[in-house]
């Protein structure tokens, strides 16, 4: 519980996250124990989370993203949004779609909260480029929304990749589709700002 506490509410874990302080079987009755008590919560098979609490919703659900990491952390693998989200996430799009879609190098997974859907999906190598960067969050943006929105890319991720973003975009463009790598090698090219992702 302590170490739930040190990352905070809203934290995201599965059973592999502690075992350096236990066995496996230790680690899941102490997760069985807190989950019966109230304190943690059980998202689905093997992933929990210390929810945050609103005074009148009750506790929230955790961040798609926070669900994506654990699952990866799990498997050693790595996670990349994808389609939409990832356009949301660079502001080509507001709409919030229900469901989050994030490309692994690890195995698949689905997994429902509430209304939401978590979706991890296993890529090929050449579909994860610079996985888990911001770099890698315009590669699916530029991919969702098409050769068409090509220009909107540019004028956004330019203006919002920092100068290290950047520099990874130009590293890898050449992993991309050969009609991605003339807008990705403007933004490398464009002056500089910040963006997460």
């Known amino acids: 519980m302590r170490r739930a506490q040190a990352?905070?509410?809203g934290g995201v874990f599965t059973p592999s996250d502690f075992l350096d302080v236990g066995a496996r079987a230790a680690i899941d009755q102490a997760l069985s124990r807190l989950?019966?008590?109230?304190?943690?919560?059980?998202?689905a098979q093997g992933l929990y989370d210390y929810p945050k609490v609103h005074p009148k919703l009750g506790p929230l659900s955790p961040a798609p993203d926070d669900v994506a990491q654990a699952l990866a952390r799990e498997t050693g693998s790595q996670v990349q949004i994808a389609g939409a989200r990832a356009a949301n996430v660079l502001g080509?799009?507001?709409?919030?779609?229900?469901?989050?879609?994030?490309?692994?190098?690890?195995?698949?997974?689905?997994?429902?909260?509430?209304?939401?859907?978590?979706?991890?999906?296993?890529?090929?190598?050449?579909?994860?480029?610079?996985?888990?960067?911001?770099?890698?969050?315009?590669?699916q943006a530029l991919r969702h929304v098409g050769p068409s929105r090509a220009a909107d890319v540019v004028q956004i991720a330019a203006s919002r990749l920092s100068a290290s973003d950047k520099r990874t975009l130009?590293?890898?463009?050449?992993?991309?589709?050969?009609?991605?790598?003339?807008?990705?090698?403007?933004?490398?090219?464009?002056?500089?700002?910040?963006?997460?992702?």
């Open 170 to 197: 130009a590293s890898t463009a050449v992993q991309a589709p050969a009609w991605m790598r003339p807008t990705l090698v403007s933004i490398a090219n464009a002056a500089t700002g910040e963006i997460h992702g």
């Open 92 to 139: 080509l799009t507001t709409q919030v779609p229900a469901k989050s879609t994030y490309l692994t190098n690890g195995p698949a997974r689905r997994v429902v909260l509430g209304k939401r859907i978590v979706d991890l999906r296993h890529a090929s190598p050449k579909h994860l480029i610079a996985p888990g960067s911001a770099a890698g969050t315009v590669f």
């Open 35 to 43: 989950t019966k008590g109230g304190k943690l919560r059980r998202l």
């Open 7 to 9: 990352v905070g509410r």
